[in-house]
Each structure stands twice: as C-alpha cells, then as structure tokens.
C-alpha cells in the first residue's frame, strides 16, 4: 500500500516542483506587472495540489502503521498533517491567500522602499483575517497562535515558546550589558561605512561558496530584494542574496546563512526524492542549520583567518585579521534583524514573537502595528525607527502569510547552539578547512533523515535533549565574555 500511495504522491510532487520554480521567479526575475497573474497561476497549483493529496486520504487511512518502517511512518505522519489541513481549512480560504500574498509581496517591496505603512496596511489586515480564520479553522489548545505556530515547527506551544524566551531573554541581557560594558567587540567598526561595488562583492561570494564546497551543478546564487532559499528538488536548490553597497559583511553572511540551508536540503538522503519526506524536518531544525554556518563558523576567528586573503585582493581594507574579526562580531542594539549580531538577534524575535501572539488572538489591531513596533524596540533594545521602512516594515514573512515563522530563528539559534556542544573540536576543523567533515556530522546527527521524524524525536534521537536555551547562553558567554 505505501508503494502505491508513493507512486500518486509523484503528481503532488510534480506541482510542488513547478510550484517551488514559480516561487523563485516571482521573487528575482518576474516583471512586477505580472503579480495578480501569477497568483492565479500559484492559487489554481495550490488548489491541485490539495486535491490529488486530499485523493490519496483512502488510501493513507488503510495503512497499518505497525507494519512500517520509519520512513514510511514518516511519510504517512506528513501526509496526515497534510490532510488534516486541507478538510480543516477550506480552499476558498488558501486560494485568497495565494492571490493577496502574490499581490502583496511586491506592494510590501514599495511600501518599504517609501517608509510608508499605510500602503502595505490594507493587505496586511486582511492577512491576519485569513490566519485568525485558519487558527480557528483547524483548532488549538490554549493559544490561538499554537495552531499557526505548530505548521512550521510541528508540536511546538506557546507555552514551549514562552519558557525558551523566558529563560533566553535575561542571560542576553546580562550578557550584552557585560559585552558593552567592556568593549572588546565594538559597537561600531570603519568597515561598516565602507561602500563596496556590487559586481566585486559577488566575486567575493563566489569565493565563500567555493570555501563552503558548495555543489556548482545542483545550487546557484542569484539576487532579490530579501535573501532566502528555495528546494525545487534535491538536484536543484537555490539562495539569493543582495547588495546594498555598504557594510559588506551583511551579504557575506546573508550567502553564508543561506548557504546553511541550502546544504541541509541537499543532504537529505537522496532516496527520499519525490515523497513527503524529502525536506527538512522544520523550519526551526532549517534555521539551526543556516544560523550554525552563519554564526557559529562563519563568524569565528577560525573562518575570518580564511576569509581575509580573499577580502584583502578584492577590497581596499588596511585592517589586520583581528580587527576583521571584531568587525565580524560587532554588537550594537540596532533596528534591523537581518543585520542583527548574535548577542541582540533574538531580542528582535521576541518582540516579532509577542506581537504576532497579540494578533492572532486579537488583542492588537494591524493599524497598532508601526506604534506598538517601535515601542518593543525601545524596551528591548533602547532604539526606535525613524520610519516604517527600518521598522514594521523591514520583514518579508508578513507580506508571505508567514505567521508563526519568526519564533523558529530562535529556536535555531538555540540548536545551532546544540550543536556546538556536541560537535568534537570544531575550531581545528574550520581552521584545516575541513568543510566535509562538518557536513558529515550534520548529514549523521539531523540532514539525512529528512522530514521522516518530528522535530523534537529528532533532537532526541540527535542530543537526548530539545530546545535548551542554555546551551545558546552558554555559547555566547564563552565566545562575548570569557
């Protein structure tokens, strides 16, 4: 029986390919015009994909889960929580959201380029509207948001959440006082003002990836407004990233952290092609991936020493390895998450984290948004935005309909942490460039296995232990204070 269910599931396959192709292109090479067309398009693929997999609901229900191995467990477990979705939530309701989030990606592009909320406002209301609906529509205990939430990192709460934060947010505040308070890693760096040419930034990109092995026949780089990744297959995943001609570690580290992801897609175990399986376990076990190439190696003096030979033959920089370094690990409270340092990223989490909690339950209006966004900064970080554009606005997810993401860069955070503490002498093996061996823990303790089991049997099976918010505590301390 899984056989055959397998061999249908080839067609929900297929239009997740196209799906996942057609994603990529609006977001880099689509003329902007074509935006209310090519929601049609992903609105009517949508639909058909929830119905050849709704087709395969006889078949799923006949299997005898004793009789399987894990993988196939696996694939009945995601085929499951796929069906559950689609009889909860009805297709009027995923099909506007297609069509309004297509339109409102590329008005969310203008209305941050102007600074102006009120542009992007209408869209977003009705947004959370339809994830109000879709919380209801397939049900909670507890908090709305649990329902959200539970869609990108699978058997994950509020209450999960709130005790990570809770015990994350005082030690990051110890911490980055002391951090200050010292000053060994500055808060500013001349690097930082120092403009770049697009052209010559992409060559030192290039370089990067050829120092993280990545493949040159299944994985390329292109550019959009908001780096991200895309699998449209384990023979073809893709990154962007983008250049703002200033302060060049942020695209650096954009292609490092995409870069993350892109390999843990393409070390799921390539049998698993074409099945349910055949993807990452969660956004949060993603974000564990990208945010440990990122941070974790791509910021340590290990890799810096590495980099810096490439970045002294393409840029003008006088400053020696050292100051590379420290210029590399700046901490600053600041507005902008994507340029976030380690020690103040995941205040920038909480604060998205409590306000779509706030929204979901309805507890805060869209039209509160920009006030209360730049209230929590000041209470987390002690800075506010000057406009929109730097604030409420800065994200892509919203515009998406991604409610419920922004807690997982968090919680990978905290396992990227993890690993750190489990992986044998990490520093010799950045230092000797031994990138595969790296890749080989990875692909042994969580890559290879997929989505065949949930996140937190996974980390089990992995550690013999979930979500430790120590373990990123720790981590820090060692490397900011020590």
């Not at 909860?88 to 209305?111: A, C, G, H, N, Y």
């Not at 942490?417 to 031994?434: N, R």
């Not at 595969?436 to 099976?461: D, H, M, Q, W």
Request: proline share 5%; aromatic share 10%.
């Amino acid at each position: 029986m899984l056989q055959e269910i397998l061999e249908k599931y080839k067609r929900v396959w297929s239009l997740n390919y196209s799906q996942a192709l057609l994603a990529w292109d609006l977001e880099t090479y689509m003329p902007e015009e074509d935006s209310a067309l090519r929601g049609e398009v992903l609105a009517n693929i949508s639909t058909m994909i929830r119905e050849m997999t709704m087709a395969l609901e006889p078949d799923v229900e006949k299997v005898r889960e004793e009789d399987l191995d894990d993988f196939g467990k696996g694939v009945i477990r995601v085929l499951r929580r796929s069906l559950r979705f689609y009889k909860l939530v009805p297709k009027e309701i995923t099909e506007e959201l297609d069509r309004l989030t297509s339109q409102s990606v590329v008005v969310w592009r203008e209305s941050k380029r102007k600074g102006d909320f009120n542009l992007f406002k209408p869209y977003l209301e009705r947004i959370v509207e339809l994830q109000r609906t879709i919380a209801e529509k397939l049900g909670y205990e507890g908090h709305p948001y649990n329902a959200l939430v539970d869609l990108y990192e699978e058997g994950i709460t509020v209450t999960d959440l709130d005790a990570v934060f809770s015990q994350l947010l005082p030690d990051l505040r110890t911490i980055l006082e002391k951090v200050l308070a010292e000053g060994y890693f500055p808060s500013n760096h001349p690097l930082k003002e120092m403009s770049y040419d697009p052209k010559v930034m992409e060559e030192v990109n290039r370089e990067v990836m050829k120092i993280l092995n990545m493949p040159t026949k299944t994985f390329r780089m292109d550019v959009s407004a908001h780096p991200f990744t895309i699998r449209i297959s384990s023979k073809d995943v893709r990154i962007t990233t983008r250049y703002e001609g200033i302060d060049f570690r942020s695209t650096i580290f954009s292609v490092i952290h995409e870069s993350g992801h892109a390999m843990y897609e393409l070390m799921v175990d390539p049998a698993y092609e074409m099945t349910p399986v055949a993807g990452g376990a969660s956004t949060g076990i993603h974000e564990s991936q990208s945010r440990f190439w990122e941070n974790i190696v791509g910021r340590s003096r290990e890799f810096t020493n590495i980099l810096y030979p490439i970045l002294k033959s393409k840029l003008p920089i006088k400053d020696d390895q050292e100051s590379l370094y420290r210029y590399f690990n700046m901490v600053s409270p600041s507005l902008i998450r994507v340029d976030a340092d380690e020690v103040t990223y995941n205040f920038h989490i909480a604060l998205r984290y409590e306000i779509e909690k706030n929204l979901i339950s309805g507890k805060l209006n869209v039209s509160d948004l920009p006030s209360m966004w730049n209230d929590f900064m000041d209470k987390y970080l002690g800075v506010r935005p000057k406009h929109d554009g730097e604030g409420v606005l800065q994200d892509i997810h919203w515009s998406q309909g991604s409610f419920g993401y922004f807690p997982t860069y968090t919680l990978g955070n905290v396992l990227a942490a993890t690993i750190y503490h489990f992986i044998e002498d990490l520093p010799t093996k950045v230092s000797g460039g031994d990138i595969n061996g790296i890749r080989a823990f990875l692909s042994e303790k969580i890559c290879k296995y997929g989505a065949v089991y949930p996140p937190k049997v996974l980390l089990t099976k992995a550690f013999g232990e979930v979500y430790n918010p120590k373990r990123l505590s720790s981590y820090l301390e060692k490397k900011y204070i020590a």
